[in-house]
């Protein structure tokens, strides 16, 4: 295989090759490093590469298939943001102050990608603690997009989208708190899915906003990302929010559709406030388009209204805050980490908090501590749990009359990297269209929907309600088939 | 002036669990430093709790014993603050949806009048870790760390420092009982921070109130309660004011010495824990855990004396352990008789305990047969010595009394001829002792009582033989 067939490699692809005994992991993996070393210089999608234990998970997995076995990925080599727990192997969440940490332990999703034969190549870089849009907070420097070259990836799953969007990983990991896998899947060109809230087990991934955030798959296709959730779903013990709720194939979404109007039947509702003032032109028409595919495989479309959209940025960034303050004040150099001395222990935290955690990481922290805050607390936090049900019942209303709404992901292409990287407040905006499904813990997708004359990437926004990845599947499959 | 004491105690209570709150470590008290860890109870980076239902549970029961309504609605908070006694820099804990609600405690008061103590509510939370100081540096031992606690949070109702310890002791008496915590003081599974304060007598506003933080010796609350009793006194007496701050029991000093003013309050930044649900207990769930619990010992106390004729003090002394009492119930029970049960139990049973050092739970002796041997006794078939001998056996070994009566043959004579046989003999050969006898010294009677019970292998009703004795001898 060329280094450009296996740029293109899909999992299914993949699956079928090492089943018919075409290739071997080994191959694979070997292929996959090469690129991925050589892209590390301009692309600089992994903060770290595992070649010894990848290239020592190929020689198993590849034993095991001579044995005769076979698993749902067995052989399969994924990419891994760095904010999950992978045993042996450090995890940064791209920030200093875990800077010598190893993990001691598996993420429940890695145990269950392992279970099910993945190798893991490395650790892709991302905004430092998932706090950003860009991939330009981590602390060991940015990602460039693969394929707006000079642009951001988006973030803050950037490294896990330049990975597949380069074809220097078949597939990876991401998570999504406020738009965090759907936004960079936009930007790159390929496939992001944040699943319902409780569908995926969060344990052992690095917390940023406890009831926001969710773990997906970053793949090139969407019968890929459905071989992922597959995988990773279902109910874990050691997760109390992760839900028990049936898992099914979701390979199976679009089986026995009119191969004609595959969509007939569906009711996608086009959220009014999702194509305002400020989308980009060519994303209004990307996106327009792809809903006028979806008519043409017989769907039916209709306007919907989700009055309090207006809203969800500062909700969102009061409840993220929140959690994010509490979630992060366990890195105090205690106990694992970066340490700077000092003579007493509360300097310490002080100095090693200070040094360890950047510019974005602290401004959020101190936004959530202000916002709990005595005298706060109400005006602020309380104020946004009301405005978040509010948000949630917009969408449950939409739900009632429509099964997925259709939409921008982020309302402007990848920009270039450098730039509103001293304004805040303008990438809180590029979440605007993302929020909602966080807040209201339904499941959402980001599909490929063509590409601006520069050549960006666009995606298209699927929202589905909670527990409706199938029906987030089938309509995503199909349009990508006539994409 | 005189002054009326006002005390409300929290008192942490550590739950009976096998493993920790939110992760499944195992509790084991005094373990070599960090050996019950795992990333959770060490907060590492993505680590996340998962209820122990087992604590939820004994929580409840404990809510339950205490006449507590069960809260239909609890959740868990976040408690943040800095510190290297916490793994995550916050504590677990519940703000303001606790499990139970109200319920009280009743006491002797000083008067001697029967008084409930209020119980304000009980919650649930995570305990933190050791911390040991050493010179120029700290340890911290995080085996302590997520251990599930109670605090029982009582309204100030207690007015001396001999009303806190009777509140105290009958609260962990009824923890014991419920099965819900071991209240071993010495491991500090009992902790309570006291708040005291104190006002002229008749006024109707509290004084400011001092907390003396982490007691867990009665006697050392004891202690620390009349002197801060006192203090305040002396510092109203001289025209001062109380200032309301955390006071600690200097253990060396015998006083009470100010950890920080309250002035400025810390500010926790409380809000729902977001990796826990809410929890909803449905009355059905609650209906079966009450079902485990025993009656409150108080209440097992009247219906004993009533149901079994005993004395109120027998009751008192059997109730007090549950095991104890659930043993001389099934003994009663058994024989139909509780007053002959209850000697039986608290002289014979009690001094078995005590000389051979063995708990009765432990000794192979059920409550059925003792019941059994009382009844043989009850019914004459054996005597009150024989009965005594056989005593320790059981409680060794164990077995049927009945079996073991017939197969030795231990079995009472209760044969009239049989025993004028002996009691014939007996005169014939002490012709002495029965010229003693008629010429008045009656205590000789017992010399042949001896005899005959002699010769009989102890096996003659000894009612029986005084009868015929005293035919014979007339």
């Known amino acids: ?483 | 002036m005189e002054y009326e004491v006002v005390i409300g105690l929290e008192t942490h209570v550590q739950l009976k669990t096998r493993t920790k709150m939110f992760c499944g470590c195992t509790l084991e008290f005094g373990a070599e430093p960090n050996t019950h860890v795992c990333p959770v109870c060490l907060g590492y980076p993505g680590a996340l709790p998962s209820m122990n239902r087992k604590a939820i549970r004994y929580t409840v029961m404990a809510g339950l014993m205490l006449g507590c309504r069960i809260a239909p609605y609890a959740k868990f908070d976040r408690k943040n603050y800095f510190y290297p006694d916490s793994s995550k820099n916050y504590q677990i804990t519940q703000l303001d949806y606790p499990l139970c609600l109200g319920g009280g405690v009743d006491i002797a008061g000083d008067d001697g009048s029967r008084r409930t103590i209020r119980i304000n509510h009980i919650h649930l939370e995570e305990d933190v870790a050791k911390l040991t100081h050493r010179a120029g540096c700290s340890g911290v031992d995080y085996n302590r760390a997520g251990t599930p606690l109670m605090e029982i949070v009582s309204e100030p109702d207690l007015r001396s420092a001999d009303e806190a310890i009777a509140y105290l002791t009958a609260l962990r008496e009824m923890m014991i009982y419920a099965g819900v915590s071991e209240c071993n003081l010495e491991e500090g599974n009992m902790r309570s921070d006291v708040n005291v304060s104190i006002r002229p007598k008749g006024q109707e506003a509290y004084g400011t109130k001092v907390e003396i933080k982490n007691m867990n010796t009665f006697s050392g609350i004891h202690a620390a309660l009349l002197f801060e009793i006192d203090r305040q006194k002396r510092v109203l007496e001289a025209g001062g004011t109380i200032r309301q701050e955390t006071r600690r029991w200097d253990t060396e000093a015998l006083e009470t010495a100010s950890m920080r003013s309250k002035e400025n309050a810390d500010d926790y930044r409380y809000f729902p824990e977001p990796d826990l649900m809410p929890i909803a207990l449905t009355e059905a769930q609650i209906a079966e855990w009450a079902k485990d619990l025993p009656e409150a010992p108080g209440a097992r106390r009247a219906r004993m004396t009533e149901q079994y004729g005993i004395p109120e003090y027998d009751a008192g002394v059997l109730s007090a352990d549950r095991a104890l009492a659930d043993f001389f119930e099934a003994a009663a029970q058994r024989c139909g008789n509780g007053k002959l049960a209850s000697n039986w139990v608290m002289a014979e049973v009690l001094a078995l305990t005590a000389k051979t050092g063995t708990a009765l739970t432990e000794s192979a002796l059920r409550p059925e047969m003792l019941g059994d041997l009382l009844k043989l006794l009850e019914k004459k078939t054996i005597n009150g010595p024989t009965a005594k001998a056989l005593l320790p056996e059981l409680f060794e070994k164990g077995g049927d009394p009945e079996a073991i009566v017939k197969e030795r043959g231990l079995g009472q004579v209760s044969d009239s001829a049989a025993i004028e046989a002996l009691v014939d003999a007996a005169i014939a050969a002490n012709p002495k002792v029965v010229a003693d006898y008629r010429a008045g010294k009656k205590a000789a009677a017992g010399f042949f009582v001896g005899q005959v019970m002699k010769a009989s292998k102890g096996k003659a009703s000894p009612q029986l033989v005084q009868e015929i004795l005293a035919r014979r001898l007339a």
């Open chain 1, 1 to 483: 295989m060329n280094t450009e067939e296996l740029k293109r490699l899909t999992v299914a692809e993949t699956l079928r090759l090492l089943r018919a005994g075409k290739v071997t992991s080994a191959e694979l993996v070997r292929g996959l490093l090469e690129i991925m070393e050589s892209s590390q210089q301009d692309i600089h999608a992994f903060v770290t590469i595992d070649a010894e234990g990848a290239l020592r998970q190929a020689a198993e997995c590849d034993a095991r298939r001579a044995a005769g076995e076979d698993l749902p990925l067995l052989g399969v080599p994924i990419a891994i943001k760095d904010n999950m727990n992978v045993i042996g192997q450090p995890c940064t969440a791209s920030s200093r102050i875990l800077e010598g940490y190893v993990a001691p332990y598996d993420a429940t999703v890695i145990a269950k990608l392992r279970a099910a034969g993945a190798i893991f190549l490395g650790r892709t870089n991302m905004d430092e603690f998932a706090l950003g849009s860009t991939t330009q907070t981590s602390a060991f420097g940015p990602t460039e997009n693969p394929v707006a070259r000079g642009c951001i990836p988006g973030g803050s799953s950037g490294g896990s989208a330049a990975a597949v969007g380069g074809g220097l990983a078949i597939c990876a990991l991401g998570s999504d708190t406020g738009g965090s896998i759907r936004q960079p899947a936009s930007h790159c060109g390929i496939v992001g899915v944040k699943p319902t809230y409780g569908r995926v087990s969060r344990y052992g991934v690095v917390a940023c906003a406890s009831s926001l955030d969710q773990v997906g798959p970053m793949t090139k296709t969407v019968e890929d990302a459905a071989l992922i959730l597959n995988v990773i779903s279902g109910r874990d013990p050691m997760d109390a929010t992760c839900l028990d709720e049936a898992v099914p194939d979701y390979t199976q979404a679009w089986a026995g559709a009119d191969p004609e109007k595959p969509l007939a039947g569906m009711r996608i509702g086009l959220p009014k406030e999702y194509f305002g003032e400020g989308l980009d032109p060519e994303v209004r028409a990307r996106v327009e388009a792809a809903a006028e595919r979806a008519r043409a495989l017989g769907a039916e479309t209709v306007e919907v209204s989700l009055p309090h959209s207006g809203y969800g940025i500062p909700t969102y960034y009061i409840c993220m805050t929140a959690e994010l303050s509490a979630n992060l004040a366990r890195f105090d150099g205690v106990r694992y980490g970066l340490r700077v001395p000092c003579d007493d222990v509360i300097a310490q935290y002080g100095a090693t908090r200070a040094e360890g955690f950047g510019a974005e990481v602290k401004r959020r922290v101190l936004l959530g501590t202000f916002v709990l805050s005595s005298g706060f607390y109400d005006a602020y936090y309380n104020r946004a749990q009301k405005v978040r049900t509010l948000i949630r019942r917009d969408l449950e209303a939409a739900f009632a009359r429509c099964d997925l709404l259709l939409g921008p992901v982020t309302p402007e292409p990848a920009w270039p990297l450098g730039v509103y990287q001293n304004d805040p407040i303008r990438n809180y905006l590029s979440d605007v269209l993302t929020v909602a499904a966080n807040l209201a813990g339904c499941c959402a997708l980001s599909l490929p929907a063509g590409k601006t004359g520069e050549g960006k990437p666009v995606g298209v926004q699927l929202i589905g309600p909670n527990f409706g990845e199938m029906a987030l599947f089938r309509a995503a499959h199909a349009l990508e088939c006539r994409g």
